[in-house]
C-alpha cells in the first residue's frame, strides 16, 4: 500500500519576491514581476524583457562563503528556496535520519559565459583546431547541474537519494511527482523537491527567440505582455527563480506535530508523441497526463476547485490547454476557476511547475484563487474561468497542477486539502 | 505489487553498435580505448578514449531529417533504445501506448557549441572582448534556428517516444553515471506499482567531443597516462590515475514478469531492487570510507529481500581515479561484511571507457547478460591490485560463474551512488 504523502514546506525566490509569502502575496495582488532584462545587455536582441529576481541576497541563505562558490544564478535561487522550505516545515537537519532525506530537483545546466564561449572558439579557429581551451575547475562546477544539490544536502544533511530532472518546462512537476514517489514507496521519509532555473541568458533568450516562442509585443510595458487566454497573447515570457517545497510521509509528519499545508494525492506524466517544440491542438497528451493523476487521487472531476494552469500565453498552449481541460473534466470545466501564475512571474521554465504547485498549495491553504492578469480581452475561443485579474475567494477542496514543455513531456500533480 | 522482467537488452558502444559485439567483446577482454581522433587533443593532458565511428545512423531508423535534430548522444540513445525494444518485440499498438514508460538519463551540455561560432567571432573585437550587441544582431539573422531544440536536455524521450507512440510516463534525469541507472530504477517503480505495463529505460553520453574534455581536462579527474592506449583505463590497479571516457549508450527493455512470460518473451532476469543515497560531503571533503555506496547497497538488499551473501555478481563502477576505487571498495566491504570475501565483481570500463551518463545503464545491461549467460566479463589491465581494493575483480580474464542474483552499480561525480538488483529467472 502506498504512504501517504504531505506537503509541509515551501521556500521561494521568484520575479514576485525572494520567499513564498511574498510570492503568495503578490500571485493574489496580482501583481506584475515582469521588468526589463537586467542579466545582459539585450539592446542587439529581439526580446528585452523578463520575470526578473531582483535584490537577491545569496549570502543571507548561505553565510558559509566556501559553500556559495560554486553556486550559479539558479542555484543559488535553488538553495536558498531549499533553506527556507525547511524553515517552515520545522524540518532541519536531525528530523529523520540523513539517510531518509531526499532531494529530486529540476533544473538546466549552466551556459557559459559569451566571452568565454567566444574565446574558446577563436583559440581554437585561429590555431586551425590545434589548440583547445581548458576550462576552469570553479567554471565547470558553477555550471554543473547538480552541484547545488550537492550544496543543498550538505547544509541539510541529505543523504538519502536524489535526481536532478530536466524535462524543460515540465520539470519540477516531474521532481515534484518523483519525490511524492520516493515518499509512497518508502524510500525516503522527507523529500526537497522543486525546481530552479535561470534561463534569462543570452543563449536562452536567443535560443528561445528564433524558434519564435517569447513575445516581442509589449516592451514598453512589460508587466503587460505575459497574457495567458488572452485575445492579445503572442509568446511567453522567460522568467528566473526556484521553488522548492518539503513533502513528508504524512504518518511521520503527523507524529512530529508538522502542519500539514496540503496533501500530494495524484501524480501523471505523459508524452505527446507528436511535434518537438508543438502541443498537440487537441491536447491529447495533457489529457492524458491530468487523468493519470486524476485517477491517482481518486477523487473524480468534481472534486477539483482549482487549475494552477500551465497557461504559458502563447496562442498554442493555452488554446490546447484549455480543450484538453474541457475534454477531462467535462460539464464540469466550466465550474473550475484556472488561472495561470505566468501571467505575473513569467516562464520560470524548469521551475514552473513547482511556481504552479505553490499556488495550488496557498489555493487550498488560503482558500483563494491567484487570478490571471492582464486578461483583458479573454480570447473568444477560450471560454474557461480564468480568475481574471482579480484573485477570488473560493472553496478549494483540491487543486491540480499543470506542466507542459518543450519536447512533449506533461506532468500534473493534485494536491488536496488536508482533511485527516 | 507487480514483479519487473528484463526482456531486451541495446547497447552502443565503441566496442560495437550492438549488444551482441559489445558483449562478446567484452567477454574477449578487447578494448576501444585508443588515442582520440575526433578533434586534436593535444592541448588536453588527457588524449585516450573510446570513440564511436561511423555510427550507422540508418541501421536504427533514425532519418537525416531527425538526425539534424539530435545530437550524437540523442542518436546512441535512440540507437540502444531501438535495439532494446526489438528485442523485447512488444506490440505496442495492442498494449496502448499510454502504459508505455520511457526514462532516460544524460549528461547532454547546451547543444553544439559550434552553432555559435560564426556569430562569437563575428562579434569578437580585436583585444578579445566581444560586443554583444552585434552578437545579438548576428545571431539572430544567422545562427541555426533549430540549435535550441538540439540542445533541449530531454529530447532522447521525444524521439523514442515519437518513433514508437509510446506516451506514458517518463523523466529524462541529468547527472552522470547515476543519472542512466536512476532511469531504469525509476521505470522499475513504475512498472512495480503498476502505473505502465511495459518500459524502456536507459543512459547515453557523447563523450568524445573537444567540448566535453575542455570542461573535464583541468578537473583531474582523467588518465593521462597516453602512452598506455587501452591501458590507460585500469580500474583498481596501483598503477592507475583516472578515468578514459568513452561513447555510447545502453537501455533495457522493462515489462511486468507476468506479462512476458505469457507472451513466451525471453527473459534476462527479474529486477528486484533499487537504491540510491548521497555522500552530501563529497563537493568538499569525500567520504574515502564510500559510506554512500554503502547505503545504496543497503537499500537494494532491503528491497530485493536479499542477503549479502546470496549476491553472486556485482557490476561495479571502477572509474579508474584513485579516490574514487579505494572508496567504493571499502563502500562494498562495508556493506557486504564478511560477504565481500566471496563477491565476484568486474569493471566494464577497460573495454568500453567511461560512458559517464550511460555507465550505469550499461553496468546493468552487463549484469543481466552476465546473469542470463553465466559468465562474467573482466576487469582488463588490473596487473596490480592496489591493496586498498581488495576484492575479486575478475582480473583481465572473462570467468564462468553461474549467477542467481547479481547488482548493478553507479556513481556520480557529485556524490551519488545508485544501485540495482537482478534474479536470475
Redesign the interface.
Known sequence: M?RRVALTGIGAVTPLGNDAPTTWAALVGGQSGIGPLTT???????VHIGGMVRDFDLARAVPEP?LRR?LSRAGGFAVAAVVEALADAGAPAGVYE??ER??SMA???G??P??E??????L??ESG?????????SA?MIR????P???M??IG????????????CA?SA?SIG?GY?WI??G?AKLVVAGGSDALTT???V??????GALTEQFADQPERASRPFDRDRSGFVLGEGAIMVVLEDLEAALARGATIQAEVVGF???????R??DSPPDGS?AV?AMA?ALAESGLKPSGIDYIAAHGTSTPGNDSSETIAIKKVFGDDSARLAISSPKSMAGHLTAAAGALNVLAAAGAIREQTAPPTINLDNQDPKLDLDYVANRCRRLEVRAALVNAF?????NACLVLSRFEG | MKRVAVTGIGIVSALGAGTEPTWSRLLRGDSAIGPITAFDASSFSSRVGAEIRDFPLADFGIKPRTARLMTRGDQFAFAAATLALREAGWDLEALGGDRAAVFTGGNKDVSNPDHLRDACLAARNPDGSVDITRFGAIATDSVYPLFYVEGLPGSSLFFISEAYGMTGPNAYFAGTAESGLSAIGTAFRALKRGEAEVALAGGFEEAITWWNFSKLDALGILSDLNELGAGASRSYDKGRNGSVLGDGAAFLALEELSFAQKRGAVVYAEVTGYGAAFDNRALLSPDPGGAEVAAALRAVLREAGMAADSVDYLASHGSGTLLGDVSETRGIRAAFGPAADNLVASAVKGGTGHLVAGAGALNAAVAALATKHGRVPPTLNLEQLDPDCELDWTPNTARELAIGNSIALARGIEGQASALALRAI
Open positions: 502506498a545582459f545587455d539585450s539592446s542587439g536582441f529581439k566556501r560554486y540523513p539517510g531526499g532531494i533544473g538546466s545546466v551556459r557559459p559569451l566571452h564561449l567566444t574565446e574558446m572558439l577563436h581554437r579557429e583546431g590545434a589548440r583547445l581551451y581548458r576550462q576552469a575547475p565547470v554543473a547541474q547538480n552541484v544539490v550537492a550544496v544536502a550538505q544533511a541529505f543523504q538519502g537519494p536524489t535526481a536532478s530532472i530536466n524535462t524543460a520539470a516531474h518523483e514517489r509512497q514507496d524510500a543570452y543563449l536562452d536567443l535560443g528561445f527567440s528564433l524558434l501523471g506524466s505523459s508524452m505527446n508523441a507528436y518537438i517544440t497528451g492524458q493519470a514543455a518543450f519536447g512533449g513531456t
